[in-house]
């Protein structure tokens, strides 16, 4: 069964309006989760690493502003995409390493969820 | 710069084997990943090797050279429903996994 969950799967919005996603590990602790934006036939690519208690860590040319994360518990994170445009629209998609191996740990990923700005 | 490298596409056809590679140059390595995505779906593990030599799963096996920054995913009795993409990733030295853009699958009966 699923180990990383994450709601909602489809999403569509308004061009303006924020959009919160969540993400939980289910069977353990994640103290980070990693955020993932894909477009069309092309690879994943990391938009920021969320850490329990501390602010997140943004990759270059992702604005932290526009996408607030929020990692307030070890099981939970959440995504929110402020003022959506449709070039926002996207699968977002996060991660949880599991603590078994540490660093090396394997990582599991949510269901996805797919976003369409109008 | 750090760089991972496969195939974009690749044809094969249903009950044969099929190799997809992976090579990559990377700061460090703390091991590579192979996932599976199919379409509109989140990825699924596969593998992970950190030590040369092959790693087999069932059908699927997954190999490694770190002298040479090479892997290969080698898919047996090929079926319908391993039609998808397969990612290549490599953990660098700051444990950051590195994507590849993936290789698209296409199973022919």
């Known amino acids: 069964g699923a180990v990383v969950s994450q709601h909602p799967s489809w999403v569509i919005c308004k061009s303006g309006t924020s959009v919160k996603i969540e993400c939980r590990s289910l069977?353990?602790?994640?103290?980070?989760m990693f955020w993932y934006r894909q477009f069309p036939k092309q690879s994943l690519m990391l938009m920021a690493t969320?850490?329990?208690?501390?602010?997140?860590?943004?990759e270059q040319g992702v604005e932290k502003d526009k996408f607030l994360i929020n990692h307030a518990s070890l099981t939970l994170s959440t995504l929110t995409v402020t003022s959506a445009h449709p070039e926002d629209s996207s699968f977002y998609i996060c991660?949880?390493?599991?603590?078994?191996?540490?660093?090396?740990?394997?990582?599991?990923f949510g269901e996805g969820s797919r976003l369409t700005v109008l | 710069g750090q760089n991972i490298d496969q195939p974009t596409e690749m044809t094969a056809t249903e009950g044969a084997i099929v190799q997809i590679n992976c090579t990559y140059q990377?700061?460090?390595?703390?091991?590579l990943f192979w996932y599976q995505q199919h379409a509109g779906e989140a990825p699924t593990f596969l593998s992970y090797?950190?030590l040369d030599g092959l790693e087999e799963k069932g059908r699927f096996s997954s190999f490694l050279s770190r002298s040479k920054g090479y892997s290969y995913l080698l898919l047996k009795e090929l079926q319908m429903k391993d039609s998808a993409s397969y990612l290549c990733?490599?953990?660098?030295?700051?444990?950051?996994?590195?994507w590849g853009a993936g290789t698209k699958l296409i199973i022919k009966p």
């Open positions: 069977d353990f602790q994640a103290t980070t």
């Open positions: 090797n950190v």
């Open positions: 990377t700061s460090g390595f703390n091991g």
């Open positions: 969320s850490n329990e208690g501390s602010k997140a860590t943004y």
């Open positions: 990733a490599v953990m660098d030295s700051n444990y950051q996994l590195i």
């Open positions: 991660s949880a390493r599991s603590p078994r191996g540490g660093d090396r740990g394997e990582l599991f």
